[in-house]
């Protein structure tokens, strides 16, 4: 049953994250979660030709290991929700190739995690499907060859700007099984406060993240007390600081129960990341990793994530519009 | 959130880092300043084999394109880049690392449409802006010759 609440859609039981799988690269691998990644892929390149074919890889990498952890087949999973960040989603198309799993790409940008996991949960819960996976991914080579610069070429980096994860989390879900489950949602409304600022996406971001948080607060009744972790994707430090700011504002007050999954996954000081990281495989790779281990433990029993994404491409910047911020939330309950 | 455009664009200054100028451009001014010294090292030697100040100057620059394109390739410029920013991009050096690393990252969509069709992404509006300067120079000094 699905119960429809102003914007906020809550799941009664809700269906089971049965399984999730993270795979990373070398410098997510030395972050503070790199024991949390089911599987570190140190080449950047993946032993492929190109990095799209890499990044393909960690994709396919993540699906098979989530339907494996569960003991299922892919023949059982009869959906198949994915994305990417790189144009018309080739990575995700590659990747689902060969898993014969029908398929519905995505594009959110680095919200599509969080996007891909409503609405297959939404689907279970309709009972349109018994079993379904959502993975997305991001490639730091493919996502700076395709919006920024050559990597070789030689330029500097704004204090504001993200590190593109490389890395893709995988989650199987099911309507029956053991594990945490997916009670809620909130579909985001695409804000467009002005910012065209590439190097600080976290500015761009955070209006859309608040205006989900404030919805999801308001029209669930539920308070940023029931819930021992709030998450956003990939705000980055700049991003961060404007959400707690500006919620604090309208009386929503987070606390230190906020964080971000960019500011989780690097050690900016060290990895030289600045803002944090970002991309598809972001919130991904952290909710995979370190956070369903953190509920399977049962320190965590009630998680908010509100994955975030920049609606943007290099073309739409360089005819002069802004950024458009997307957020999209889920919650997830381990009780 | 209750803000306008301008108010939002104005607070996000405030909240975000600047970049720290002040080191930024020593950095720059004592990176820079090495990589012309290198140049001027080269220079002295071209002259001391013989070499007219022409020829010298011609053949420093040639040598100093070269090293770019090599510290490129061999993924090193990059790095100092990180460290040095307007001091690695202004002098020659620079522009040879700006053509020969898109060659290098888009050899993976051929040599034709790849490396080729590609090969100027980043340097070609200085190339097209810096001929067309030039030109438009030219014309004024030539219409100021005849007055």
Sequence with gaps: MIEKKGRALLLGDGPVITASAAVGGKKEGEGPLGASFDLIVKDPYAGEKTWEKAECLLQKKAVTLAINKAGRSPTEVELLFSGDLINQCTPSCYAAVGLGIPSVGLFGACSTAAEGLALAALLLEAGACDRAVSVTSSHFCTAERQFRTPLAYGGQRAPTAQWTVTGSGAFLLERQGSGPRVRGALLGKPVDMGISDVTNMGAAMAPAACDTLAAFFRDSGKTPDDFDLILTGDLGSVGHRIVQEQLGQEGISLDDRYQDCGLLVYDSARQDTHAGGSGCGCSAVVLAGHILREMAKGSLKNVLLAGTGALMSPMSLQQGESIVGIAHLVWISAE | ?147
Excluded: H
């Design chain 2, 1 to 147: 959130m209750e803000m306008t455009k301008k108010q939002y664009k104005d607070y996000v200054k405030q909240v975000s880092p600047a970049s720290p100028l002040v080191a930024d451009m020593a950095r720059a001014f004592v990176s820079g300043g090495l990589i012309c010294t290198v140049g001027q090292v080269f220079s002295l030697l071209y002259r001391s084999m013989g070499l007219s100040q022409q020829t010298a100057g011609t053949l420093t620059s040639v040598t100093m394109i070269f090293l770019g394109a090599l510290l490129t390739a061999l993924n090193v410029y990059d790095d100092l880049a990180r460290f040095s920013g307007a001091g690695t991009v202004i002098p020659i050096t620079g522009f040879a690392n700006s053509v020969a690393s898109p060659a290098m990252e888009f050899r993976s969509e051929g040599l034709i449409l790849g490396v080729g069709a590609k090969m100027f992404t980043v340097a070609g509006p200085v190339l097209v802006y810096g001929i067309l300067s030039s030109a438009a120079y030219g014309l004024i000094l030539w219409i100021l010759q005849r007055m």
